[in-house]
């Protein structure tokens, strides 16, 4: 197991440093989590899926921007969901250049098990917290980030 980094400690306690070492644990985890249980896909896949499941059918340049992963990356990752038949894709009627993207039955079904897989990675990633600090710390994320759309 690798160590973690002894910074000065004029760093050790700034929250950029903090923010940046929780993020690379978590993303750690998650790339662990899936690597075990997520059958061959990834934290975006699961992204992709659960945009389609909650919002409905949607362009891929919709998905990228709602889901935050990159055009080029999300061409790839649909044509990766579409060949498992967990999503098909249809020529927009409107826009006949634009692929309209839907989540397949076996696509929920597959996203119910990467729940899990998420799940179980949120609970390593908090499991040193009170499930009170668990809140605290999401609300305070989450007002962290609600500064980003300022």
Do not use: C
Not at 10 to 18: C, F, G, I
Not at 40 to 45: A, E, N, V
Not at 108 to 136: F, G, H, K
């Amino acid at each position: 197991m690798e160590h973690p980094p002894n910074p000065p400690a004029r760093v050790a306690n700034r929250p950029t440093w903090l923010i940046s070492r929780t993020f690379a644990r978590s993303a750690g985890l998650l790339a662990a989590g899936f690597e075990a249980s997520g059958r061959g896909l990834r934290s975006y896949h699961y992204r992709l899926l659960a945009a389609l499941e909650e919002f409905g059918p949607a362009s891929q340049a919709d998905l990228g921007r709602g889901t935050g992963i990159d055009r080029s990356d999300v061409t790839a990752a649909l044509s990766e969901l579409e060949s498992r038949g967990l999503v098909v894709r249809s020529t927009d009627p409107k826009h006949k250049r634009r692929n309209i993207v839907t989540i397949t039955p076996a696509g929920v079904a597959q996203l119910l098990e990467l729940d899990q897989v998420i799940d179980d990675v949120q609970e390593q990633v908090l499991s040193p917290l009170t499930e009170a600090q668990r809140r605290q710390f999401i609300t305070l994320m989450t007002k962290l980030l609600a500064d980003e759309t300022r």
